[in-house]
């Protein structure tokens, strides 16, 4: 069965560096989207990507965040200079259908990679 | 007010009993309505999507959808211990739109 993957599985950084999170989605989906999930709280929403361009971000998708499909495989999420409060899980989740189609926009989740920064 | 509502729990039902969650959600434009359960250190997990009034039935689980009254319900027939995670509300306005998940029931089944 096709699923999600992601890289690394855990990445730890030093705060102010630089980090790039990697998904493969699932191959004939067209919809990606990145979430956190700090420990002990809940699944939030960072950003939808579609046609190689953002469709929806949150208010914590700012200019320390930006997405790239840099091939026709790997969804890749940069964190340019990265703060102790950047510290989660980082889910990438994709989905074959959109509001074009008005149903089965169903989502599914990688792994996720785990991000500490100290 | 919170975006999507769910009681946090825990929930405990003793094996083979029925389960009902529920959730509460707050932007009447949502279209499309899902339930995720996720173990703990592990990703959500997609168990069933709902997009029309009324109930949906997969296996042991049924979804139920009312939006006159923004509420979204999951009810687990003959609950087993596997059972046991935490279940995720999440609702959003289409597909390629900002999803917004409820914080999570912990559902508990005793053996």
Redesign the interface.
């Known amino acids: 069965e096709p699923e999600v993957t992601q890289t690394p599985s855990h990445q730890v950084t030093q705060m102010g560096q630089e980090v790039i999170l990697r998904c493969v989605p699932i191959s004939n989906h067209l919809?990606f989207?990145w979430?956190r999930q700090i420990l002990g709280?809940?699944?939030?929403?960072l950003v939808?990507f579609?046609n190689n361009e953002i469709?929806?971000k949150?208010e914590i998708f700012d200019d320390q965040f930006s997405v790239e499909r840099p091939d026709g495989s790997n969804f890749t999420l940069k964190i340019r200079s990265t703060k102790l409060e950047d510290s989660a899980?980082y889910?990438c989740a994709s989905?074959s259908?959109?509001?074009t189609?008005?149903?089965?926009?169903?989502?599914?989740?990688?792994?996720?990679t785990r991000l500490t920064v100290t | 007010q919170k975006e999507v509502e769910q009681n946090s729990g825990p929930l405990s039902v003793p094996e083979g009993a029925i389960a009902s969650l529920n959730c509460t959600y707050s932007d009447r434009g949502s279209q499309s309505f899902f339930w995720y359960r996720q173990y703990s250190g592990k990703s959500p997990e997609l168990i069933m999507s709902i997009y029309s009034n009324g109930d949906k039935e997969d296996g042991r689980f049924t979804a139920q959808l009312n939006k006159a009254s923004q509420y979204v319900s999951l009810l687990i027939r003959d609950s087993q211990p596997s059972d046991s995670a935490t279940y995720l509300c999440a609702v959003n306005r289409g597909g390629g739109f900002k999803t917004i998940f409820g914080a999570g029931t912990r559902l508990f089944v005793k053996a």
């Open positions: 919809y989207y979430y709280q809940k699944v939030e929403f939808s579609y469709s929806e949150s899980m889910f989905g259908a959109g509001w189609t008005g149903e089965s926009d169903e989502q599914y989740f990688g792994p996720g």
